[in-house]
T-cell receptor, first 119, second 116 residues
Framework: DAGVIQSPRHEVTEMGQEVTLRCKPI?????LFWYRQTMMRGLELLIYFNNNVPIDDSGMPEDRFSAKMPNASFSTLKIQPSEPRDSAVYFC?????WGQGNSGANVLTFGAGSRLTVL | AQKVTQAQTEISVVEKEDVTLDCVYE???????LFWYKQPPSGELVFLIR??????QNEISGRYSWNFQKSTSSFNFTITASQVVDSAVYFC?????????????FGTGTRLTVIP
């Protein structure tokens, strides 16, 4: 398996522009997560999906952020309009609660991340 | 309140030394899960281990070992005979059954530098 695939790996844009980050989860995984990593706030969960349905978006910072999962193999995180404070590394992760033994907890497999710089 | 505390921000050791990374967690759930992830300089997050709250048995995997103690709410990670390739940021994380065990609360990480 190729793992979780994110694109672009690096994005530099100007304030006010729209940014779209993409994620392809591991085939068969029914959970998908978007995390953001910054020096100030560390790793924080933005939103997660189960079977393509958003379950918890309480971590989405504001209305400028939106996430979709139109099918089991693709998700996007969009920022419109972008601001300098959105500069961060955005990670996508996927997991399946099945096949994890009897622990009952997801083991998240992370993508390589998308480093966003907003000037 | 911080659910996961990694008090050591940075640690430097000389190659072949042993090193222990501390993790203290806080939760009111009786069922919870603890994780360690490694983030090497390349930036990806690599899963190392998961434990559930009912299994306090320590675990060893090669040069890595984990000491889970519910009495002190700690889940410490020891690397024996450290190597340069161990240089990375290590994150401890917690998920709670009460939130569906789907949200990982990460600590702030410990940056380990192994000096050759």
């Amino acid at each position: 398996d190729a793992g979780v695939i994110q694109s672009p790996r690096h994005e530099v844009t100007e304030m006010g522009q729209e940014v779209t980050l993409r994620c392809k989860p591991i085939s068969g995984h029914d959970y998908l997560f978007w995390y953001r990593q910054t020096m100030m706030r560390g790793l924080e969960l933005l939103i997660y999906f189960n079977n393509n349905v958003p379950i918890d978006d309480s971590g989405m910072p504001e209305d400028r952020f939106s996430a979709k999962m139109p099918n089991a193999s693709f998700s996007t995180l969009k920022i419109q309009p972008s601001e300098p404070r959105d500069s961060a590394v955005y990670f996508c992760a996927s997991s399946s609660i099945w096949g994890q033994g009897n622990s009952g907890a997801n083991v998240l497999t992370f993508g390589a991340g998308s480093r966003l710089t907003v000037l | 309140a911080q659910k996961v505390t990694q008090a050591q921000t940075e640690i430097s050791v000389v190659e072949k030394e042993d090193v222990t990374l501390d993790c203290v967690y806080e939760t009111r759930d009786t069922t919870y899960y603890l994780f360690w992830y490694k983030q090497p300089p390349s930036g990806e997050l690599v899963f190392l281990i998961r434990r559930n709250s009912f299994d306090e048995q320590n675990e060893i995997s090669g040069r890595y070992s984990w000491n889970f103690q519910k009495s002190t709410s700690s889940f410490n990670f020891t690397i024996t005979a450290s190597q340069v390739v161990d240089s990375a940021v290590y994150f401890c994380a917690l998920s709670e059954q009460g939130t569906g065990a789907n949200n990982l609360f990460f600590g702030t990480g410990t940056r380990l530098t192994v000096i050759p």
